[in-house]
């Protein structure tokens, strides 16, 4: 029912001989039960509603959404940490849905998590050498002496030096340098698949752009692939091969970066691209294209998610669900009235302007 | 600039922690016009922050505060908590980062924006209500009336940050400060905040001040552009000198933070040019120019002696003793 | 790093530098802090090392008078008078020694309640918190079941029942301090799970007990010694309140309790006999909460 999203080999640029994906999810969902404040149930909260995409080996799948749209759920529902409530997620020819215990233990070595707290994701306790020895002891590999040996490679492979952080704790570290030691961590098992949950958000500026050198230096050398999620779609664009957009729980558009950048097909993503504020000399304003508040996800809208606040919203958006088609090459879109074609009559009559959207449109 | 409707001098901002001095802002001047809006810049820990804090007297007991800052030739340094009072609310205003916390959760947000009023003015309870939901729709917050009995926990977050906007207005201010008001939001909330903010200044006549640390919102929103680095200006510019095309970024500093923001228009996988190390400890400044240590461009003079801010061009300031030298950006 | 030497004048070079700016906060005030934070630390610390070291060490060192027994002949001397430098109670016993016996009951009891609270409290609960599922609710009715217990009845009615000793004392306390101690473990153990590290260790491979005991302990374990101290002062307290009413030490092994007691009689002419343990008691459970303090500040626990 979902069309393959399997992007064709030559779209991510590099020839690629092995077409079969690292990891294949398809139609996952993810529901949790809000509480009201104090602890009552509320609504079940649909935070991912059927979302189903690839990552092929050595490739980077960038995941952009705003607050709710299910993006971080997405990422923990792939590492079955909480499991999905139902789909599938093929890692390797693994069903990881269907394992349990050390099965699930030994798939897991293979896909890795990096956080967005750099301390929080580190044991205040622990000295850092330690903190990356942790995998491989956990997993017996090796002596210790050999273990010990291999940690201070992986320090040295993040850009920090043994001899000088290696007895460390995590409080002794700046922002930078404990994501560079749970991303040493992370590497350890040398796995093929590394989950980034918005890893390079909570950093200043410039210690970003060094960690994200550091990402892209590990995926030339280890010959990694990534699924990076982020609220930041320039940032998104600039470490991925292709970009999904996501929305209260679903995938808008997926495409290859470049492809999603110059020729948005999805409305979302074009209010998206338009907020955002640029330093590029010459460049438009940053204007809020979108209307209204972000929906509940306890109540998302019917049909189409992004109706209410959509400019071109017509009645189909209300009363069919889009399903993605494939508009340009790799390049994937669920709208009824995608940019390539004109906006419906009915939605120029229906919409109702804000005066911040009139003035940005006037 | 003796119509400047705030000027900054030397101001300088230092508190004891752990027996140690911590420099958080070491000497900033600036100006802002009525009617204008400044962006003030800086990453973590480059005093930005703490600088305006320290004009609206939100700092904690213990800061040692020394320097000028004057409103309309009233100097707001040295002043008491209740002189200072008459002033916040009504003079100038400021917003800060996370709504949820600005908020109180068990208050009506009507409620609270009438609290604001009464505190300065002297109106009945229902010529109150009437404002705040006068305000409420200035801050373009549809239905007003209903929205004045709800609270806080069942408004979105774009919607809790127009409500304490709301309430900064409340006496229509001559000044805003929004201190990283739009962080803790959606990029499509964000510009939809950042847009209202500029009506706002337009329709009150009312100078803006925005902290962020965000060169992107600078260069959209900003007359003017005000760069910190380890509690120092280093860069002071209007926006369009700084990013217009030709833009002329010249402190070595501001370069860096151009060049290590994601733009959308870098290929995918490009290598980033980075800068090694982090900012200052700022109870251990070095002596020299504080960037120095991690600058590409570093030589001996750098560290010897901190270069001062001073007007190398017309309206441009820097303080660098080897600026950028072309102008385009990225 | 381009180490280019422009060709700059030494006048341009010092034209528009900048020297660093004077210190704006006084060095007397950072002194001042740093004072202040070491005091905090070590004068309850010293106190409390100053009490063990009388109760434990001195008597070795320089023998004293025996605390269960007196002469008639030296009956109620007052405080310095040679020989009893706090003076001698009606029977004779030399108060000093009395206060050094019953401190070194008062010390096993609060540190054995208080280790056998903190390692039995600290198991159950740390496996509580962690597994949550049918454990935690389990375990936590025991938990309220014990605390429930009107602590003071429970440990008389344990001493009336097993006899007075002070080991059946040592029994019936722990019952109260295992639940208590169980249930700070179980609450800091919630917090710590849901840390990110946690997970990060459960997704390294390592083994939920190894996680419990090498990661969730050595965090959770700043908030219970902290917390630890404070109840140790509590249990000395109720102790004290025991031998006070005659079931916990009886005499003539002396205790605080006990001495406060017989006391009470002569309250108005000689008030010594019941201030001076009093006195005792006091800075012993003020220091163990000022320590607990300064602890808790330096750990940065909340």
């Known amino acids: 029912m979902t069309p393959d999203n399997t992007a064709p080999a030559d779209n991510t640029g590099d020839a690629r001989s092995d077409k079969k994906p690292l990891l294949a999810a398809r139609d996952l969902v993810q529901e949790f039960i809000a509480r009201e404040a104090g602890g009552a149930r509320g609504g079940v909260v649909q935070a991912v509603s059927s979302v189903s995409f690839d990552i092929m080996p050595g490739e980077t799948l960038g995941v952009v959404g705003e607050t709710g749209s299910g993006k971080s759920t997405l990422a923990r529902a792939v590492l079955q940490a909480p499991r999905p409530k139902s789909g599938s997620v093929v890692f390797r020819d693994m069903e990881l849905t269907k394992l349990r215990g050390s099965a699930l233990l030994s798939a897991r070595r293979d896909m890795q998590f990096v956080w967005q707290d750099p301390f929080g994701s580190l044991d205040p306790k622990w000295q850092v050498r330690s903190i990356v020895e942790e995998p491989l002891a956990a997993h017996s590999v090796g002596t210790r002496q050999s273990r010990r040996k291999r940690a201070e490679e992986l320090l040295d492979l993040v850009g920090l030096d043994p001899a000088r952080y290696g007895k460390r704790h995590s409080r002794e570290l700046s922002g930078g340098q404990a994501q560079r030691v749970a991303i040493a961590r992370a590497v350890a098992l040398e796995p093929s698949l590394l989950i980034c949950d918005e890893a390079v958000s909570s950093l200043d500026v410039l210690i970003q752009a060094q960690v994200l050198n550091l990402f892209e230096r590990l995926r030339r050398e280890l010959n990694l692939s990534y699924l990076f999620i982020a609220h930041d779609l320039a940032l998104v664009k600039q470490v991925s091969d292709r970009v999904a957009v996501m929305y209260l729980g679903k995938f808008c558009e997926i495409g290859p970066g470049e492809s999603v950048y110059k020729q948005p097909l999805h409305p979302y993503t074009k209010a998206l691209l338009d907020s955002i504020p640029s330093t590029e000399p010459g460049a438009a304003r940053a204007t809020a294209t979108l209307r209204g508040e972000p929906p509940s996800p306890i109540n998302p809208p019917s049909g189409c998610r992004f109706r209410t606040r959509c400019p071109r919203a017509a009645d189909r958006c209300a009363s069919e669900v889009p399903q993605p088609r494939e508009l340009a090459p790799g390049h994937l879109v669920a709208c009824h009235f995608p940019l390539t074609e004109p906006a419906p009559a009915a939605a120029a009559a229906a919409s109702v302007p804000t005066s911040a959207q009139a003035q940005a449109q006037g | 600039m003796s119509n400047a409707l705030l000027e900054v001098e030397d101001l300088r901002v230092a508190f004891a922690a752990g027996g140690r001095e911590i420099r958080a802002v070491d000497g900033v001047s600036y100006t802002v016009e009525p009617g204008r809006t400044l962006a003030i810049i800086g990453e973590s820990g480059s005093g930005k922050t703490v600088g305006c804090r320290a004009i609206m007297g939100l700092l904690p007991v213990g800061t040692v505060i020394s320097g000028s800052a004057r409103l309309n030739g009233t100097e707001l340094i040295g002043l008491s908590d209740s002189q200072l009072r008459k002033h916040r609310g009504s003079d100038m205003a400021m917003v800060f980062q996370d709504p949820a916390r600005s908020l109180n959760p068990t208050m009506q947000v009507g409620k609270q924006i009438t609290e604001a009023i009464r505190t300065h003015r002297k109106v009945g309870k229902s010529e109150a209500r009437d404002q705040a939901i006068e305000l409420l729709r200035l801050v373009r917050i549809p239905a007003p009336e209903r929205r004045f009995s709800e609270y806080p926990h069942q408004l979105s977050g774009g919607m809790r940050q127009r409500v304490v906007i709301a309430m900064a207005l409340a006496c229509r201010p001559k000044l805003l400060i929004a201190d990283e008001a739009t962080t803790a939001l959606d990029v499509t909330t964000q510009a939809q905040i950042m847009e209202l903010l500029l009506e706002l200044q337009r329709d009150l006549d009312m100078a803006l001040i925005f902290i962020s640390h965000d060169l992107g919102l600078a260069a959209s929103y900003a007359d003017e552009v005000v760069v910190m680095y380890a509690g120092k200006v280093v860069e002071q510019a209007p926006a369009k000198r700084l990013f217009g095309t030709g833009g002329t970024v010249k402190m070595r500093y501001t370069r860096a933070l151009l060049d290590a923001i994601p733009h959308l228009e870098r290929p995918a996988h490009a290598e980033l040019p980075v800068v090694t190390g982090r900012p200052p400890d700022p109870s251990a400044l070095p002596v020299g120019c504080s960037f120095a240590p991690r600058c590409p461009s570093a030589a001996d003079d750098c560290t010897a002696k901190a270069p001062a801010l001073a007007e190398h061009a017309p309206g441009h300031r820097w303080a660098c003793w080897h600026p950028c030298e072309n102008g385009a950006t990225a | ?302």
């Open chain 3, 1 to 302: 790093m381009a180490a280019q030497l422009p060709d700059m004048t030494a006048a341009t070079l010092t034209a528009g530098a900048q020297d660093p700016l004077p210190s704006l906060v006084s060095a007397g005030r950072l002194r001042w802090q740093r004072i202040a934070r070491a005091l905090r630390l070590w004068v309850p610390g010293g106190i409390l090392i100053l009490l063990l070291f009388v109760c434990f060490v001195w008597p070795h060192i320089y023998s004293i008078p025996p605390g269960d027994s007196g002469s008639i002949l030296a009956a109620g001397e007052p405080p310095f008078s040679p020989g009893h430098w706090l003076g001698t109670d009606p029977n004779g016993v030399d108060i000093f020694s009395m206060l050094v016996y019953g401190g070194q009951v008062s010390f096993e009891i609060c540190l054995a309640v208080t280790a056998i609270g903190m390692i039995v409290g600290g198991v159950l609960g740390m496996t509580a918190g962690y597994f949550g599922s049918w454990v935690d609710p389990v375990l936590s009715r025991v938990f309220d079941v014990l605390i429930a217990f009107p602590a003071l009845v429970l440990v008389l009615a344990i001493a009336e029942v097993l006899g007075p000793s002070e080991m059946h004392l040592i029994w019936a306390l722990s019952f109260l301090s295992v639940p208590g101690f169980a249930r700070i473990f179980r609450a800091s153990t919630l917090v710590a799970r849901q840390q990110p590290y946690i997970t990060a260790a459960r997704l390294s491979g390592t083994s939920n007990w190894k996680i419990i005991f090498k990661h969730i302990l050595p965090n959770v374990l700043p908030g219970v010694v902290t917390f630890g101290l404070l109840f140790m002062g509590i249990i000395v307290i109720i102790e004290g309140a025991v031998d006070f009413l005659g079931l916990g030490i009886q005499i003539p092994q002396p205790s605080w309790g006990a001495m406060i007691a017989k006391g009470q009689n002569v309250l108005t002419a000689q008030p010594e006999y019941v201030l001076i343990p009093s006195i005792v008691l006091l800075i012993f459970v003020m220091s163990l909460n000022l320590l607990g303090d300064a602890l808790r500040e330096r750990w940065g626990v909340r």
